[in-house]
């Protein structure tokens, strides 16, 4: 009789086994992970191909953004137990979720997923739409004047303004910052110019909305010969040129001096000189007795008619500082001696 109530009772003691689990599982509320199962094919790569200093998500009120360094974990609630979640990427296989997974592939994702309780309920299939960024800004340096490559250095001037413009295709450009020292970080805000003279550094941080990150930048210098060079590393070594070249006007004779003027003659041949110590010459410019704009010194200067005549020259160097104005001021003498003869009484 008694072996007879034991296997009466046997199914209700399984029954109450099976909603204590239930219950149990309730309490907990989370689909543990399962270390031991094999990991779905989104995450079988080894190493993740992001910019991102660190996992970032970010939310434009329109949009979700995140890198790869984002997990994703899915969270089951019921009111007896969770049997499992399903989940899948786009358009790929259905998986059962075991643990937070991570989307590699750059763009535009959806994550579909539900779940199913112990007794067969089954939730409706939810979406959640991403996108993945995972690449950095892209920044460009605009100098308002040519940074010049001068034998093993670039040079620019105090006054070549410099403007930064970084893009960011997807999440968007969350900070920009530059530096003269690679120490100093300022926000940029607008354009500016180098007010120190000598060597300094430029270097450049930037920032998306999900961390990725870049110091790198693009910015064209010119060579000696005039020829473009992109520079694209970072930390761009330019030395700051703000002094101007030194100019001089020589004549190849001595001048007799009358009443406070330079005398000369047709004979006196005249030249124009100038020297840089930085960046280099340019150009030399001179400009006749006052007369039209500067032009390109091309050789020696004569005057061949007779009064007062002038030479102006002023240099400039390559990165366009400009040298005072030399002038030259003489008189010249075509006129020969006239000699009169009278008798003396």
């Given amino acids: 009789m008694k072996i007879k109530y034991l296997i009466l ?17 309730t309490e907990e ?20 191909v992001t910019a991102a200093l660190k996992a970032v998500s970010f939310n434009n009120g329109v949009n979700t953004f995140v ?5 994703f974990e899915l969270i089951a609630k019921d009111n007896i137990a969770t049997d499992k979640i399903l989940y899948k990427l786009d358009d790929g296989s259905e998986l059962e979720y075991r643990e937070p997974f991570t989307i590699y592939d750059e763009g535009k994702h959806a994550i579909s997923y539900y779940s199913i309780d112990k007794v067969g309920n089954k939730e409706d299939i939810k979406t959640f739409k991403v996108i993945v960024d995972n690449t950095s800004p892209v920044v460009n340096v605009a100098v308002s004047a040519p940074v010049i490559k001068s034998g093993d250095k670039l040079y620019a ?24 020292d690679k ?3 300022q926000p940029y805000l607008t354009a500016f110019t180098i007010p120190v003279e000598g060597a300094i550094t430029l270097s450049i941080k930037a920032t998306d909305n999900v961390a990725n ?15 473009p060079i992109d520079l694209t590393d970072g930390n761009v070594a330019v030395y700051v040129d703000n002094k101007a070249p030194l100019v001089e006007i020589r004549a190849d004779k001595e001048f007799l001096e009358k009443d406070g003027k330079k005398v000369a003659t047709v004979d006196y041949n005249y030249t124009v000189s100038a020297s840089d110590t930085e960046s280099g010459l340019s150009s030399i410019l001179v400009r006749m007795d006052g007369k039209g704009e500067f032009k390109a010194y091309t050789g020696t200067i004569k005057f061949d008619t007779n009064g007062e005549h002038m030479i ?19 008189f010249v003498d075509v006129i020969a001696p006239e000699t009169l003869i009278k008798s003396v009484e």
């Fill in 9 to 25: 009772l046997l199914p209700i003691i399984m029954i109450f086994s099976t909603v204590t689990f239930s219950q149990q599982a």
């Fill in 29 to 48: 509320n989370v689909i543990q992970p399962d270390v031991q199962s094999p990991v779905s094919p989104e995450v079988q790569k080894e190493e993740i």
């Fill in 67 to 71: 890198n790869s360094k984002v997990k």
């Fill in 157 to 180: 001037s105090k006054n070549f303004t410099f403007t930064i413009d970084a893009k960011d295709a997807l999440s968007g450009v969350q900070s920009l910052e530059y530096s003269f």
């Fill in 183 to 185: 120490t100093s970080y």
């Fill in 213 to 227: 990150y870049t110091e790198k930048f693009v910015m064209t210098a010119k060579d000696e010969n005039g020829n």
């Fill in 312 to 330: 102006e020259a002023k240099a400039i160097d390559k990165v366009g500082n400009v040298s005072s104005t030399a002038v030259l001021s003489v």
